[in-house]
């Protein structure tokens, strides 16, 4: 998303209104998350076993989340996502700060670009793909709700 223009995307009325820009980022970053880690079963793409890859999500502001190349589930283990944390980075970053959303499970990339044969489930490229959309659609109930 950083190399996205926000500005472009948030229509001229909402730079005279600070709070309405921060609005529309910070719900659609939440969007945009939500959307990749929508698991498999329940309609999305992220591939769920153990839970382990969704419970491996982290946001920053400061750097992408870098893959663990010694991050892998424990045997018979399942594992749960708070999406408690996504929203305090979200909520916390200044719209001066770009936003990283990124898996550290060792296996990411396998699962995201495909790997051994294995199709691509393409949850992130996918996510990210709908920003524009997801940007626009908040914007209007921003501007509605700010009555602009």
Known sequence: M????????VA????????????????SAQEVVKEMQT?????GRLP??????????????????????KANPAGGQKYAFDFGMVEAVIAGASLDEDLYFGYTAAYAAH???GANGRPP???????AQNWDAIVNRN??????????
């Open 48 to 69: 769920y076993d153990t839970g382990f890859l969704w419970a491996s999500l982290m946001a920053s502001t400061s750097a992408m989340p870098a893959i663990n190349p």
């Open 39 to 43: 698991i498999d079963v329940d309609g």
């Open 111 to 113: 699962q995201e670009y």
């Open 2 to 9: 950083a190399n996205l223009s926000f500005s472009a995307a």
């Open 121 to 127: 489930a393409a949850f992130v490229r996918s996510a």
């Open 12 to 27: 001229r009325w909402a730079e005279a209104v600070p709070e309405a820009v921060e609005a529309v980022r910070n719900q």
């Open 139 to 148: 914007a209007e109930k921003v501007r509605k709700a700010f009555g602009l």
